[in-house]
C-alpha cells in the first residue's frame, strides 16, 4: 500500500524550531518529487515547498523562504521539513504529498499524508 | 507568482444538480492544473490533472476543462458524497512555486 506518514509536530514557542518527518512506503520513494502542504484551521491550501528526486530543485512559497529547510534521504525513503524562526501564523496541519508523474516537479500530488499539526504559541 | 482565484467560495447545491466551478490563473498556465477535493478531517483527493485528466477511481461525473488562463471543474451530477471543498491547484510556476486557489465549499441546499 502506498503510504506517507507524517510526524514531529506540536506546539512551539514563537521564533523555536522544529523538524517534520514524513516516512514513505510502498512506492519507489526516489522516483518522486515532493512537497509540503499546509493548512491553518479553517483555511486553504498553502503550497509550502518541494523537493525534486535528487534534491537538485528546491522551492519554497514565500512566507517560508530563508526560515524553512526541505531535504530527503532516499535510502531512508524520508522526507523532512526543518522549520525554523517559527511564528504564529505558521501553526497549521502540515501535509506531506507525493508527485504525481515523477522527479520533476511540475505535476499533481496525488498521495497525500493524513498530516501532522504544529501550534506556535506562547 | 501565478494567483489562482477560484469562484464561487461557496455554493448550495441539491443532489443530481450540475455544478460548475471556476478557477483563473494570473497568466497562462499551460493545463497545468490540477483539482483535489476535500472532505472535513481528511487529506485532499485528487481528482483531475493537467485540467482534464481523470485520476484513476475518480468517477466519470468529474470532468474539467479550459486553457490558457482559464478552468473548469464540472460535476455533471451531484451526489451525496461529493460535499466537500474543491481546490484547483497549479504546477506550471518555472521556478517553482506552486499555488492553490482558496478553495470552493460546495453544500447541500
Known amino acids: 500500500e502506498v503510504q506517507l506518514v507524517e510526524s514531529g509536530g506540536g506546539l512551539v514557542q514563537p521564533g523555536r524550531s522544529l523538524r517534520l518527518s514524513c516516512a514513505a512506503s510502498?512506492?519507489?520513494?526516489?522516483?518522486?518529487?515532493m512537497h509540503w502542504v499546509r493548512q491553518a484551521p479553517g483555511k486553504g491550501l498553502e503550497w509550502v515547498s518541494g523537493?525534486?528526486?535528487?534534491?537538485?530543485?528546491?522551492g519554497y512559497a514565500d512566507s517560508v523562504k530563508g526560515r524553512f529547510t526541505i531535504s530527503r534521504d532516499n535510502a531512508k525513503n524520508s522526507l523532512y521539513l526543518q522549520m525554523n524562526s517559527l511564528r504564529a501564523e505558521d501553526t497549521a496541519l502540515y501535509y506531506c504529498?507525493?508527485?504525481?508523474?515523477?522527479?520533476?516537479?511540475?505535476?499533481?500530488?496525488?498521495?497525500w499524508g493524513q498530516g501532522t499539526m504544529v501550534t506556535v504559541s506562547s | 507568482d501565478i494567483q489562482m482565484t477560484q469562484s464561487p467560495s461557496s455554493l448550495s447545491a441539491s443532489v443530481g444538480d450540475r455544478v460548475t466551478i471556476t478557477c483563473r490563473a494570473s497568466?497562462?498556465?499551460?493545463?497545468?492544473l490540477a483539482w483535489y477535493q476535500q472532505k472535513p478531517g481528511k487529506a485532499p483527493k485528487l481528482l483531475l490533472y493537467?485540467?482534464?485528466r481523470l485520476e484513476s477511481g475518480v468517477p466519470s461525473r468529474f470532468s474539467g476543462s479550459g486553457s490558457g488562463t482559464d478552468y473548469t471543474l464540472t460535476i455533471s451530477s451531484l451526489q451525496p458524497e461529493d460535499f466537500a471543498t474543491y481546490y484547483c491547484q497549479q504546477y506550471y510556476s518555472t521556478p517553482p512555486k506552486l499555488t492553490f486557489g482558496g478553495g470552493t465549499k460546495v453544500e447541500i441546499k
Open positions: 510502498g512506492f519507489t520513494f526516489d522516483d518522486y518529487a
Open positions: 493537467a485540467a482534464s
Open positions: 523537493i525534486s528526486w535528487n534534491s537538485g530543485s528546491i
Open positions: 504529498a507525493k508527485n504525481r508523474g515523477g522527479g520533476s516537479y511540475h505535476d499533481a500530488f496525488d498521495i
Open positions: 497568466q497562462g498556465i499551460s493545463n497545468s
